[in-house]
Antibody, heavy 121, light 107 residues
């Protein structure tokens, strides 16, 4: 069955960096677009980045553009999010999700359990 | 950037029908998905492409879309359906977007 596991979260000081990873299993990773979504404490969902199956198409939300970088390694069945210049407002649970839309309208049909990033001095 | 809007809360009595709207400019021109999130859990997709149900999602969940509004409908609502619900859309030109979420309370 489809399985997504995020890792790399933790406590980091403002201005610091982290690299989040999402390891997947149970499907052909290279066939699917993928996304990172975050949820601040008590708040709603925000899609912060979305990447095509071959990495040729990448989107970022305005809130993270220029600070966050999404990437993937299809040989390792892994998705990554490099997050730099962290701010208090980046504190959130970060989820990776599979986009089952095959490049058409996105539909996030499988989600990981999330990894918590806390930005605090 | 594209925006979609949901009411913050909806209340329904057990066994009744709950309707959760999601509005956005020309929303009917693009597919909408819906997600259910219970406290402490990851979101689960309950509707995709406006009105299709993934396997394992009960038939009481349905969706529709027309004009500027998409609607998630839960027929015969159960106590276990109490959760936050999010609509999601994409305009094709930028990042996909979520509505602010609707807390469904089953009274």
């Amino acid at each position: 069955q489809v399985h997504l596991v995020e890792s790399g979260g933790g406590l980091v000081k403002p201005g610091g960096s982290l690299r989040l990873s999402c390891s997947v299993a149970g499907f052909t990773f290279s066939d699917y677009y993928m996304a990172w979504i975050r949820q601040a404490p008590g708040k709603g969902l925000e899609c912060i980045s979305h990447i095509s199956s071959g990495s040729s198409s990448i989107f970022y939300s305005d809130s993270v553009k220029g600070r966050f970088t999404i990437s993937r390694d299809n040989a390792k069945n892994s998705l990554y999010l490099q997050i730099n210049s962290l701010r208090a407002e980046d504190t959130a649970v970060y989820y990776c999700a599979r986009d089952g839309g095959y490049g058409g309208d996105p539909m996030l049909d499988h989600w990981g359990q999330g990894t918590l990033v806390t930005v605090s001095s | 950037s594209y925006e979609v809007t949901q009411p913050p809360s909806v209340a329904v009595s057990p066994g009744q029908t709950a309707s959760i709207p999601c509005s956005g400019e020309n929303l009917g021109n693009n597919y909408v998905s819906w997600y259910q999130q219970k406290p402490g859990q990851s979101p689960v997709m309950v509707i995709y492409q406006d009105g299709k149900r993934p396997s394992g999602i009960p038939e009481r969940f349905s969706g529709s879309s027309s004009g500027n509004t998409a609607t998630l409908t839960i027929s015969g609502t159960l106590a276990m359906d109490e959760a936050d619900y999010y609509c999601q859309a994409w305009d094709g030109n930028s990042i996909l977007v979520f509505g602010g979420g609707t807390k469904l309370t089953v009274l």
